[in-house]
């Protein structure tokens, strides 16, 4: 096998990814000496029964085991675990879905429907930011909901402490269209441009920053369409850079796989793992899921830096600077990257979507537009000022 690790001098590019290297590393196996606590392994998955489980994660020697055995999973293994009966008792998820139920009819009403990342708008219902909207709608059900040992230790395996939570509820009624196979958040976010011009140690870098997880609200049979897994996928080095083409897309729908969710259960899986939401072709089963998405607590700067009084003071003189010629355009986008905030998120979705792409318009992108269209001073503050109330919480 050739070796995977550096392309193009210190970076990935999708025309060097290898789809017979891809092939050979998805075609690994899950021994169970691998999962000593797993109750099963179903096509290469390790399923951990969390009733028996439980208990366990009590003491703080057999937790620090169970979070190793899912750490190497997540690593190297199949990427990917599942928690039977994460919640042992489902009723507070049906409180859950209750207000999630109301929240998607209000919100539907006001605005016709969301935007999806990987797949079309009306396919499904979507809930941004479902973490802080259960906590505003009933904090006793909230605090029911996460006081979850399991889903705790699943994200500390991962993340270590101190990790950051939020949460997006889709809701895929009988009909809706699977998703295109992914990666997801960081990397999996960026257009394919802006992911190449990151080098190779970043994309490494990148899945560990964040842990992907869904709670079951419903019973999900396959018919359903429950995410479709491709185990082991995580460790193909490149595959940020690999995802998008249809040669690796069209392996990953003939070798990924399925499992049916229980009410109650709850998936976790590394966010380098290509997958994709299943096409639910029942007749009657509304599939919800609670998506949680994690956050390591070191994606975070030192300081705070008011970068939009930044950008507004630097806008003169940047224009200035460009009509003179006194500077090339790299040294501009060098000032701008120096000045304003170059990152979509974090990001209210609601208000701010990914219209005609996966992430919405940055600081930075929106300095560097100001400067092609001429912006005034005046319009440029306006224009930062609806970006940040676009992005509050």
């Known amino acids: 096998m050739k070796d995977q690790t550096i392309a193009q001098g210190g970076y990935f590019d999708p025309d060097g990814c290898d789809l017979s290297e891809f092939s050979a590393i998805i075609g690994q196996s899950t021994e169970a000496a691998e999962v000593p606590h797993a109750a099963d392994v179903q096509m290469n998955i390790p399923l951990y029964d969390m009733d028996a489980l439980r208990p366990a994660l009590e003491d703080a020697g057999s937790r620090r085991a169970i979070m190793a055995e899912w750490a190497h999973v997540f690593l190297k293994g199949a990427g990917i675990v599942v928690?039977?009966?994460?919640?042992?008792?489902?009723?507070?998820?049906?409180?859950?879905?209750?207000?999630?139920?109301?929240?998607?009819?209000?919100?539907?009403?006001?605005?016709?429907?969301?935007?999806d990342h990987f797949a079309a708008s009306g396919a499904n219902d979507r809930i941004w930011n479902s973490l802080q909207k259960l906590c505003d709608a009933s904090p006793d059900v909230f605090l029911r909901y996460f006081a979850n040992t399991s889903i705790a230790a699943a994200c500390e395996a991962w993340l270590g402490p101190n990790y950051q939570m939020s949460a997006q509820v889709n809701l895929v009624h009988p009909g809706g269209a699977a998703q295109q196979a992914h990666r997801d958040y960081h990397l999996g976010f960026q257009t394919a441009e802006l992911s190449a011009a990151y080098p190779a140690h970043v994309h490494d870098l990148s899945p560990a920053l964040t842990l992907q997880g869904a709670v079951a609200h419903c019973d999900m049979p396959i018919e359903s369409g429950p995410t479709k897994l491709l185990p082991f996928s995580q460790t193909y080095r490149a595959g940020y850079a690999a995802w998008r083409r249809a040669d690796f897309r069209a392996l990953f729908e003939e070798r990924c796989v399925q499992l049916p969710l229980a009410k109650g259960d709850a998936l976790f899986f590394n966010p380098a793992v290509f997958h994709a939401a299943g096409a639910n072709t029942s007749s009657g089963i509304h599939r919800m899921a609670n998506l949680l998405q994690v956050s390591s607590a070191f994606g975070r700067a030192m300081e705070t830096i008011d970068r939009r009084g930044m950008s507004l003071a630097l806008y003169p003189v940047a224009q200035a600077a460009q009509a003179a010629g006194s500077l090339t355009d790299s040294e501009l986008d060098a000032a701008i990257g120096a000045c304003a905030e170059g990152y979509s998120f974090p990001t209210n979705l609601d208000r701010d979507p990914p219209v005609g792409g996966l992430a919405p318009e940055t600081q930075a992108a929106l300095f560097k537009r100001a400067l092609r269209e001429g912006m005034s001073q005046s319009d440029f503050a306006a224009a930062l000022a609806a970006l940040a109330d676009k992005q509050r919480a």
Do not use: C, H, M, P
Request: glycine share 12%; net charge negative.
């Open 83 to 115: 928690l039977r009966g994460a919640y042992a008792d489902t009723g507070v998820l049906d409180e859950a879905t209750a207000i999630y139920d109301q929240i998607i009819s209000t919100e539907k009403a006001a605005t016709g429907g969301k935007a």
